[in-house]
């Protein structure tokens, strides 16, 4: 549960790991607020946008980015003990994003296909969303995060509510928005039934399937979506590719590509990528 | 920031590298005044997407290695696009085409005014951010974050969202908007044309460090278009080769210590990318507004020679695609198709487009289903690498009787007119070593 | 040419379609029609015939619809689209309230400015005609009202156009609303080849048929309409046997099809939204970042949604898919009969259609409920609008137990609360939230809530000081019938936070303490410090003509009293249960228990009382997550007697 802010200007760091940087830079997107925010709350840490650094302590912290070296895995400990609240931002921290795809392949066999020289490289075997190392406060879904939904839990924070971030799939704000449903009206696959909302339906609204960068929603029921997707005329792979996105890592999405056959790239290493994927996505209990 | 002095030696290290996209760390060791060693490192974790692509279908590639930058998205997805359409040879209809430069456009406004106010501009007036910087000169900062609101919208309106824009595809968009929505940006754009000007005649007050050197400067160059997506590769010493033939004139290797693959020419020699090479290689191309403008503000010899001055090409390119996206907007006729069909084959084709930072290349090779084989991905910030480093090593004499930490700030800025991209920089794949 | 009279049937040239669009404009209303828009036929704003879908129909099936081209020229061979009408009168998103609260605690509480269009529909087909009969009972016919949806719905003028091109998802036939017109138009058409039938049903709508200047129809065009009617009735036939549905229906709760159904189901909420009559909502709060102005905002929310069903103090009533399909199904073909004398299904088909899988209802129905008895309950009459939060101030805050603390609230404006009835306040707080707290006290002017801190909004609630100020509702709901405990023994059961609603009981019973018979009194919370109202329970404990027991699950190093389940207080007592009444209120599991103790004492189901309000969100009968079974806890309780819940009582996922 987010609390009311204590202090009068709460501390705000902006944090890192493995990630493309594009949910930060949502923070820096909110033009209109920017600002009012930087009057509010101290940001002591956001390397992309200021000198000043700190290693803590946060009232609250904004973690972006995987878990994927053994550096990160240290840091996210740290950042954890200095972090009252911890609020993950985007799929690559709430579901390992897109790099976790190499969770379902070998990693030496992957680091050596990537690189040269693989022994320069160092990382983790896998790919992991942060709530996999250390608890999670809040979490921000997307790749990237929604600017309304970032406002909203900014908002949240500062007032002591509670942010106001709905659980529901994707179709619910999309017929909210007058939407006609691509599958039903195009035939085009479309992973919004099974995707957390919180984008405002963007895709449909672009004559195409949503590609589920907001995760699953509670209760996601793939194996119905993909059974629909094969009667559409998509073969298994290409149903599997679909789930395989920014959030492919995530459970249930996860089963729905091994079962659909694996990942092209990525020969699945059986034993191994199954042990490495025990662990669970994200901290759905918020409160 | 940690010092060490000794008598003979001195190094200066700045661990994590503030105001830039993603994670590096900078090295540089003197000896009685020489430069003996300047290292940017990365330490970006990697995220190995030339193999994460295999398998997979053009459509999908497009969106996946947008996810490589969240700075330049549309920079990923239109050399991807344009490697795709290379082999499968698609016609773009010449209205998607504005539109894709429009969207583009957007990108360039967005990030150089992101650069330029947010990241910039603090080195020259000496705060540490640009929320800093606001305290002081508000007025200037709201401006920056005008002019990139305008960018984003842009983006948002053809991309459904500015951070990874949903919209395009290979042959063309998913969905094209209607000539009223385009109309109803009109206005935030000719406002941002003059704060372009503004922005322009601002930084042409700053005071760049003095610091000149000759460097090879590589950019596309098209005939009729300042270059985007389009035209050659060509150097200002003489590199003109085809769009899709980066490998006949440069390669890649890696290097211990930093997770990014560095680029050379074959010669092993470095080269700049970016706003500066773009305005000195093709200012005969910018929009006669920006054109003027530089010819008003006269800054194009030190363009040309001192990195510090990359400030000034990139407002000048923010001038340039306000005014262009205007003339894009006047001209709109919603085309017949959003997007040409295709169909898939085996083949390989190399494409490359002027992101921000300068030329983003990609190289893909597909099967008979259209499904990608190999890729490789050469970003702009690995190209720069090479080029930061000789720079550094350059200029660092001249600021070695400064005070340490205003001496690693100074350093640190060099790095940072670069506008280095260090996502952007890690994962990639040599290819001529191991395939996939 | 005669002129049609108000009474008589005249016909519209196709050629003269677009001066009855301009009639409508110069009527000054927006037109609303059909129009082709991402491969489907929706409803958008129409200016001129070529907006309209003329040559374009559309083939539809579970999970499917595509456009196709006719030969001929009309402009409504259709059957309905993704859009229903709802979305014009009853919007996806709504700003209900706006709110302030300064620095000092101040709160201000005001409607949200609000334009309310002029339209006019184009195009209402009879199943959408009973659609909004059906709104307007939900709406307007309960003990609160939509304004808003009032307002909206008395700024529309209707023109409805007779289906002839049935879709083969229809089943209008079968729930009885068409496909012929019948009701509920202003102006009604009749499409032919060449033209329109055309007939008033309203003085609003005989206005503008006459300016149309209209030639009567012929006998010919009067048969061939009758034809088309009669055609149209024949494809769709009667795919589902209605007769006894309801019944049937809430026979089968226990059926191994539900979980069947979960297989496929998405829980998208897709039907729930495409459905014409589907009415519930969620608010949310929006605010600046300093949380001084706030606005309340309505969505359309969906039983189909996890959160939907989610009850105070944690917990969720339908846990899982099949639970969900089955309250959506139940409610709209039977309990919805109960709520508002009507089904809530027109068979317009949408929910088949736009069911991204594909599921059925027809199907589903005659799987479920196979075939034949009818009922039906009367509709409710309309009476005072959702009351406005009125400002009350903290006088004085009680701190109960580490997360629970009893607020004394009084209102400036003098109204005496000590004899209001209803059991339950909605207290607001601007850009925080608003949620149904039970009163625990009633004062001279005011009242006393204890509320503990679960959620955001209980947190900051229960961190108020003395002074601040909330907004709250007038009393609401159903509560304890004391009165008719009277020369009765009485029996109080309240488990943890369930003694709150409670206290008010024994309150009234001191009152007038030689009414009531025998008075017991059993408490039972988690441990000691869970405890509340810990000096009451004493000195209630401490005189002669009360029984106070207070037992807890958990002991600690202090408590010397009993431990276990608050049943174990009275399994050896002597009274008679046969002469009490008994009021009970707290967790789920705990009423359960209690109630069958109770049972085992010999009092019958009438007697027995208990309060359902942890499923309360709204409070006042319109966002529907309360219900439970036909009931609306909000409005019909939240207190129900055992006798009155039925089987209802402890079903899982109702
Ligand atoms: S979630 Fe997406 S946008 Fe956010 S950092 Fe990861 S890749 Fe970038
Ligand atoms: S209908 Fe909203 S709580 Fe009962």
Redesign the interface.
């Given at each position: 549960m987010i609390r009311a802010a204590t202090t009068p200007h709460p501390r705000l760091g902006v944090v890192k790991l493995a990630s493309c940087d594009g949910c930060q830079l949502t923070l820096l997107n909110l033009e209109d607020e920017l600002l009012a925010i930087a009057e509010r709350l101290d940001i002591v840490e956001f390397p992309e946008a200021t000198s000043h650094r700190s290693n803590g302590p946060y009232d609250v912290v904004l973690v972006e980015g995987s878990v994927s070296t053994p550096e990160q895995l240290e840091q996210i400990h740290e950042v954890r003990r200095e972090a009252k609240l911890l609020v993950t931002i985007g799929a690559c921290a709430t579901a390992g994003g897109i790099q976790a795809l190499r969770n379902f392949a070998d990693h030496d066999a992957f680091r050596a296909a990537v690189y040269a020289h693989p022994e320069y490289i160092e990382s983790l075997a896998t790919a992991q969303p942060v709530a996999d190392y250390v608890k999670v406060d809040a979490e921000l879904r997307g790749c990237p995060i929604n600017a309304a939904q970032l406002v909203e839990l900014v908002t949240a924070l500062l007032t002591g509510r509670r942010p106001n971030l709905p659980d529901e799939a994707v179709c619910a704000a999309c017929k909210r928005a007058g939407r006609v449903c691509v599958m039903v009206a195009q035939g085009i696959p479309c992973l919004g039934p099974v995707t957390m909302t919180g984008c405002g339906a963007l895709c449909p609204g672009y004559s195409r399937g949503c590609y589920g960068c907001f995760g699953p929603r509670e209760q996601a029921n793939v194996s119905s979506l993909s059974r629909q997707f094969i009667s559409l005329g998509r073969s298994p792979q290409e149903a599997g590719r679909l789930f395989a996105g920014f959030t492919g890592y995530a459970e249930p999405y996860r089963d729905a590509i091994v079962e659909l056959g694996g990942l092209p790239g990525a020969s699945l290493a059986g034993e191994r990528a199954h042990r490495a994927m025990g662990a669970g996505v994200n901290a759905e209990g918020k409160s | 920031m940690t010092t060490e002095s000794a008598t003979f030696e001195r190094s200066f290290h700045v661990e994590g590298i503030t105001r830039v996209e993603g994670e590096g760390t900078l090295h540089l060791t003197v000896h009685d005044g020489q430069v003996s060693d300047a290292r940017l490192k990365i330490f970006e974790a990697p995220r190995y997407f030339e193999q994460l692509v295999v398998g997979r279908a053009p459509d999908e590639v497009i969106d996946i290695t947008a996810r490589i930058c969240g700075i330049c998205p549309v920079a990923y997805q239109i050399s991807a696009a344009g490697a795709f359409e290379s082999i499968f040879e698609v016609q773009i209809d010449p209205q998607v085409r504005a539109l894709r430069r429009l969207l583009y456009a957007g990108e360039y406004i967005e990030s150089h005014a992101l650069h330029v106010y947010l990241l910039h501009a603090p080195d020259f007036l000496g705060y540490a951010s640009a929320i800093d910087l606001a305290k002081d000169h508000r007025a200037v900062v709201e401006q920056g974050l005008a002019l990139k609101k305008v960018g984003n919208a842009l983006m948002a309106l053809l991309g459904g969202r500015s951070v990874h824009p949903v919209s395009l595809r290979v042959g063309g968009f998913y969905h094209v908007p209607r000539r009223a929505e385009l109309e109803a940006l009109r206005p935030a754009l000719a406002n941002a044309l003059t704060q372009a000007q503004a922005t322009l005649d601002l930084v042409a007050q700053f005071q760049a460090p003095p610091f000149e050197r000759p460097v090879r400067f590589v950019s596309l160059k098209h005939p009729a278009e300042y270059p985007l997506f389009d035209g050659r590769i060509v150097s200002n010493d003489g590199i003109d080769v085809g769009i899709g033939e980066w490998r006949a004139a440069f390669r890649e290797e890696q290097h211990e210590g930093t997770n990014a693959l560095h680029a050379r020419t074959l010669s092993g020699e470095t080269y700049q990318l970016g706003p500066s090479a773009r305005v000195t290689n093709a200012a005969d191309q910018l929009h006669p507004i920006a054109r003027e403008a530089l010819a008003r503000i006269g800054l194009q010899e030190e363009i040309a020679r001192n990195p510090f001055w990359s400030i000034a090409a990139r407002a000048l390119e923010i001038l340039h695609y306000c005014a262009e996206a205007l003339e894009i907007i006047d001209a709109y006729l919603p085309p017949a198709a959003p997007f040409a069909p295709w169909t898939p084959r085996a083949g390989a084709a190399g494409w490359g487009s002027e992101a921000p930072r300068g030329i983003l290349w990609h190289h893909y090779e597909t099967d008979e289903q259209g499904l990608v084989r190999s890729a490789q991905i050469v970003p702009p910030t690995s190209q720069n690498q090479g080029q930061i480093e000789a720079d550094l090593r350059a200029f660092a004499p001249a600021v070695l009787s400064l005070e340490h930490g205003e001496a690693t700030r100074r350093l640190e800025q060099l790095v940072r007119s670069y506008d280095p991209c260090i996502s952007c920089a890690t994962h990639f794949l040599d290819l001529t070593v191991e395939g996939a | 040419m005669t002129n049609v009279t108000k009474s008589a049937i005249g016909f519209l040239p196709r050629a003269g379609f677009q001066h009855l669009i301009e009639l409508l404009a110069e009527d000054g209303r927006t037109v609303i029609g059909p129009t082709v828009?991402?491969?489907?036929i929706?409803y958008g704003e129409i200016h001129h015939v070529a907006d309209l879908p003329q040559g374009i129909g559309a083939e539809q099936a579970p999970?499917?619809?595509?456009?196709v081209h006719h030969a001929d020229e009309r402009f409504f061979a259709y059957a309905v689209g993704?859009?229903s009408w709802k979305?014009f009168v009853f919007p996806?998103?709504l700003a209900l309230g706006e709110s302030r609260r300064d620095d000092h605690g101040h709160v201000s509480f005001g409607p949200a400015p609000r334009e309310i269009p002029r339209l006019a529909f184009l195009g209402v087909r009879a199943c959408e005609l009973a659609a909004l009969g059906i709104e307007d009972r939900v709406f307007l016919g309960g003990p609160y009202t939509d304004e808003d949806y009032r307002a909206r719905r008395a700024n529309t003028l209707i023109v409805a156009v007779q289906c002839a091109e049935p879709a083969a998802t229809c089943f209008c036939t079968s729930m009885g609303t068409g496909p012929g017109i019948r009701s509920g138009h202003d102006i009604a058409l009749i499409e032919l080849d060449e033209g329109f039938i055309v007939t008033a049903g309203t003085p609003a709508g005989s206005a503008i048929v006459t300016r149309l200047d209209l030639a009567e129809a012929t006998a010919e065009q009067l048969t061939a309409g009758a034809d088309q009617l009669a055609a149209a009735r024949d494809r769709i036939g009667d795919p589902v046997v209605t007769a006894g549905l309801h019944d049937r229906l809430l026979a089968k709760l226990e059926s191994p099809r539900w979980a069947q159904i979960a297989?496929?189901?998405?829980?998208?909420?897709?039907c729930t939204?495409?459905c014409p009559t589907c009415f519930c909502t969620s608010v949310?709060?929006?605010?600046?970042?300093?949380?001084h102005t706030a606005t309340t905002e309505r969505?359309?929310?969906?039983c189909f949604?996890?959160?939907f069903a989610a009850v105070a103090l944690g917990g969720n009533f339908r846990p899982r898919?099949q639970d969900r399909y089955r309250q959506w199904l139940t409610h709209k073909f039977a309990t919805w009969i109960d709520q508002f004398g009507t089904s809530g299904c027109v068979g317009c088909g949408r929910c088949i259609?736009?069911?991204?899988?594909?599921i059925d209802v027809r199907e589903e129905l005659n799987v479920i409920a196979p075939p034949p008895q009818v009922s039906a309950g009367p509709a409710e009459a309309a009476q005072p609008h959702a009351p406005r939060s009125s400002v009350f101030r903290v006088e004085g805050v009680r701190r109960e137990t580490h997360d629970t603390v009893t607020l004394a609230l009084s209102t400036p404006d003098g109204i005496d609360w000590s004899t209001a009835r209803g059991e339950f306040v909605m207290v607001s707080l601007p850009?925080?939230?608003a949620v149904p707290i039970s009163i625990s006290r009633r004062l001279p002017r005011g009242l006393e809530l204890t509320i503990r801190a679960v959620?955001?909004?209980t947190?900051?609630l229960t961190?108020l000081e003395r002074g601040a100020e909330v907004g709250l509702s007038a009393p609401l709901g159903h509560g304890w019938p004391v009165a008719a405990a009277q020369e009765h023994d009485v029996v109080i059961v309240g488990g943890g936070m369930g003694l709150a609603p409670l206290r008010p009981i024994v309150d009234e019973i001191l009152a007038a303490r030689s009414r009531y018979g025998d008075v017991h009194i059993y408490y039972g919370a988690r441990t000691p410090s869970d405890v509340l109202y810990t000096e009451e329970l004493a000195a209630w404990a401490a005189r002669d003509d009360l029984e106070v027991g207070v037992t807890v699950d958990r002991a600690d190093a202090t408590w010397l009293g009993r431990v276990g389940v608050v049943t174990h207080l009275f399994d050896r007592a002597r009274w008679d249960g046969t002469k009490a009444l008994a009021f009970v209120c707290g967790p789920e599991r705990m009423i359960q228990a209690t109630v069958n103790a109770l049972a085992g004492r010999g009092l019958t189901p009438d007697r027995i009382f208990i309060s359902m309000e942890r499923h309360m969100e709204c409070g006042v009968g319109l966002c529907g997550h309360c219900q439970v079974g036909p009931f609306f806890v909000c409005k019909d309780g939240p207190v129900f007697s055992l006798a009155q819940l039925g089987d209802v009582f402890g079903r899982e996922g109702i």
């Open positions: - | - | 828009a991402d491969g489907a929706v999970g499917h619809y595509r456009l993704p859009t979305r996806p998103t297989e496929r189901c998405l829980a998208c909420t897709n939204a495409a949310s709060q929006r605010s600046d970042l300093d949380g969505r359309w929310d969906s949604t996890k959160g898919v259609t736009w069911c991204p899988v594909g850009a925080v939230g959620g955001p909004t947190t900051v961190g």
